[in-house]
Nanobody, 122 residues
């Protein structure tokens, strides 16, 4: 099993910044990739940022491109999400996820953290 713990969420005014962190523990040798997702109230969970199938290029949701930056520290089994120019529509519960396999060439995320709340006030 892989355990994921997110941190860094909070309340911020529109235009502000936050940096989320996610630390993995347990069977981290089995992890192929880690990514970020979010779920706003009344909406489905959506992908935010994470590696492409080749683990070289990072994919971003169109809504966050140019504002959010994904990074990782392999030595610490930790990934980060730097969020700048935050907007009220970024308000959501942000989840970190880990993948230990691919399905159809894409990472299948099987492990999930508890989430960290990000609230952006207008």
């Amino acid at each position: 099993q892989v355990q994921l713990v997110e941190s860094g969420g909070g309340l911020v005014q529109a235009g502000g910044s936050l940096r989320l962190s996610c630390a993995a523990s347990g069977r981290t040798f089995s992890v192929l990739a880690m990514g970020w997702f979010r779920q706003a109230p009344g909406k489905e969970r959506e992908f935010v940022a994470g590696p492409q199938w080749n683990a070289v290029v990072t994919n971003y949701a169109d809504s966050v491109k140019g504002r959010f930056t994904f990074s990782r520290d392999n030595a610490k089994n930790t990934v980060y999400l730097q969020m700048n120019s935050l907007k009220p529509e970024d308000t959501a519960l942000y989840y970190c996820a880990a993948s230990g396999r691919k399905v159809g060439g894409a990472y299948k995320y099987d492990y999930w953290g508890q989430g960290t709340q990000v609230t952006v006030s207008s």
